[in-house]
């Protein structure tokens, strides 16, 4: 218990905020949001992701084309490429805003109330990260299965399968949420430190204010 200080969960909290902003920013970008293998020619894998389409042969190897026309993509993704830039977008802002507010760190803010409320901060914009990151991931998991079942479809048809993007835009949004946790548990354990500090420092004084008391 003598290691779960303030200051370590405070540190915890950036490091694992950090992680998840970083898995979530390789999510964004990752071409593997759905991948899909044909029957007809199992030498030939396609992947989909938010920004690009690609095509893995063996003869060619790798093949990316971005997509023709925003417009023109279904909604599901539309929508998650906002939400993913989002996330990035508010899950780097975390990390900028908990700097000022970790013990150590004395940029212009002395006092305890302003590191407080920019702990407090850090810890909502990571939440908004986490779930800017699960909503799209799980939408998209959830057309990926209601297609895949989709019986006016031939079944000679393939279908698009979950890809590895998915399970790192799940890992990295509850990543988020749990830095977010540890950020306002941070913030509670130093009210309490100081709690407890004033506290010391009332029963000292009365103690002193006592004795005195005795000596006249």
């Known amino acids: 218990m003598v290691l779960l200080t303030t200051k370590t969960m405070q540190m915890t909290a950036v490091f694992i905020t950090f992680g998840g902003l970083v ?27 938010l920004w690009h389409m690609c095509l893995y042969t063996e003869e060619v190897g790798v093949q990316c084309k971005s997509y023709d026309s925003v417009l023109g993509l279904p909604l599901d993704l539309q929508i998650s490429r906002v939400l993913m830039l989002l996330s990035v977008f508010s899950g780097g802002l975390a990390l900028l805003v908990a700097i000022p507010g970790l013990d150590g760190v004395h940029v212009c803010l002395d006092r305890f109330g302003k590191r407080r409320k920019f702990l407090i901060l850090a810890g909502v914009l990571s939440w908004v990260s986490g779930i800017t990151t699960l909503a799209p991931v799980s939408v998209v998991a959830y057309t990926t299965v209601v297609e895949f079942w989709d019986k006016g479809f031939p079944d000679v048809m393939p279908r698009w399968e979950y890809g590895e993007a998915m399970f790192s835009g799940w ?9 977010g946790t540890l950020f306002f548990i941070a913030v509670c354990m130093a009210d309490y430190d100081l709690k407890m500090a004033t506290s010391v420092t009332n029963s000292s004084l009365r103690t002193r204010q006592y004795r005195k008391t005795e000596v006249l």
């Open 23 to 49: 898995t979530s920013l390789i999510t964004t970008f990752l071409p593997l949001w759905k991948t899909m293998n044909s029957d007809l020619n199992e030498m030939e894998n396609w992947y989909s992701g």
């Open 171 to 179: 890992f990295g949004g509850l990543a988020l949420l749990l830095g």
